[in-house]
């Protein structure tokens, strides 16, 4: 399967999974389309708009994060190593439908809609600890803070789109 071939995804399954991303404690989920030790791993998010991810990268060669909005619309942004926002990318309405983010490249996502679907491939035998690595500059999901750092972060994706 291509990258560019998106999987059915029904009006009731993407109502079923936002409903399960309002009630996580993460405010986001997923549907994983593969099976536990495949090389192509491909799944779609169902993102609300006051999730926060902690900015990350994936740590491997083959891990080109590739991702397509299939409804709403966020904001990638790129990190120097400092933890400084040096980009953003539009993705969704208004925006391009779909990015490759590079191996080895700090970065997260911020929704500007209420509800956000993407459908996300990456190369490379899933491991916790090998999968992506968190930012040590930014706060982590489980922190209070993190809510004032997705508003900062908001805010930078604007001045950056």
């Keep these: 399967m291509s990258a560019l071939q998106i999987p059915a995804l029904s009006d009731k399954e993407s109502e079923l999974f936002l409903r399960e991303a309002i009630d996580s404690p993460k405010r986001r989920t997923v549907k994983i389309l593969h099976q536990k030790g ?14 926060y991810m902690q900015p990350h990268l994936h740590p491997g060669d083959e891990k080109i994060e590739n991702i397509h909005v299939i409804k709403g619309s966020c904001a990638v942004i790129y990190f120097n190593e400092d933890g400084l926002p040096v980009s953003a990318q539009l993705l969704g309405e208004g925006g ?4 490759k983010v590079p191996a080895f490249t700090w970065h997260t996502y911020v929704m500007l809609t209420d509800e956000v679907i993407t459908y996300e491939t990456m190369m490379g035998v899933y491991s916790p600890d090998t999968w992506k690595k968190m930012a040590p500059w930014a706060p ?9 750092y997705l508003g900062d972060l908001k805010a930078h994706s604007k001045r950056l789109l």
């Excluded at 495949?38 to 999730?51: A, M």
């Excluded at 982590?140 to 004032?148: K, N, V, W």
């Design 140 to 148: 982590s999901e489980d922190l209070e803070i993190s809510a004032q």
């Design 96 to 99: 391009v439908s779909c990015i």
């Design 38 to 51: 495949d090389e192509f791993n491909h799944v779609f998010n169902f993102i609300c708009s006051d999730s």
